[in-house]
Structure formats: C-alpha cells, structure tokens
C-alpha cells in the first residue's frame, strides 16, 4: 500500500516556474517508481514525467527540457520542477506510484494521488 499527495499547484504566468511535490507513505518509497501525469479538461491523461527507483528519467517530448522530476528517498518525496511554463501546461497534475517502471510508462500503475490544479495564465 501506498498512499500519495501532492502539493504545490496555483497560479502561475507564462514563462514563469513552479515547483510540485508528492509524500508518500505506506510502504518502503525507495523500491517503487515514480511519476507526474496531467489532464485537463476534455483532455486524455498524459504522461509528464517518470523516475525510477535508479533514479533514471524519461520525459514527454512537449516538457523536454523545461521540466526536471527528481526523488529525495529519505524524505519519501518527489518533486517536479517546471520552468519555462506555457498555457498548455495547465491541468490537474497527479503523482503515480508502481514498483515496475515500464508500467508506470505506459499508464497503468497501482497508486494514484489526488491531484493538484496547474494553472498558467497572464
């Protein structure tokens, strides 16, 4: 079992950064992989960003470079640092959990987190 919340969602201009965080608790953290998807309305779920419990990365192509996801595994946290931000970056933003990376990847993991509203607007 793993339970998962986000924080760090608000408002923010284009251009601008935001920082994400997710706590995890109920389990050991360090042997799962992690990651952020988003939706917005009217919008599939996409993938944003996975890390695996290496610490290895892979990116959606629209947030390359822009977007770093890291791990702190004595905190049992994980962070999404997003600079550069554009109005197609807003959405819900939740935080996955699953101890086989390659699921993660492909959308079908065991924890989900709640949520937590990005908003990017001048």
């Known amino acids: 079992q793993v339970q998962l919340v986000e924080s760090g969602g608000g408002l923010v201009q284009p251009g601008g950064s935001l920082r994400l965080s997710c706590a995890a608790s109920?389990?050991?953290?360090?042997?799962?992989?992690m990651g952020w998807y988003r939706q917005a309305p009217g919008k599939q779920r996409e993938l944003v960003a996975v890390?695996?419990?290496?610490?290895?990365?892979n990116y959606a192509d629209s947030v390359k470079g822009r977007f770093t996801i890291s791990r702190d595994n004595a905190k049992n946290t994980v962070h999404l640092q997003m600079n550069s931000l554009k109005p197609e970056d807003a959405a819900v933003y939740y935080c996955?959990?699953?101890?086989?990376?390659?699921?993660?990847?492909?959308?079908?993991?065991?924890?989900w987190g709640q949520g937590t509203q990005v908003t990017v607007s001048s």
């Open positions: 996955a959990a699953d101890k086989i990376y390659n699921r993660l990847i492909a959308g079908i993991v065991s924890y």
């Open positions: 109920g389990s050991i953290f360090s042997i799962y992989a």
């Open positions: 890390i695996s419990s290496g610490g290895s990365t």
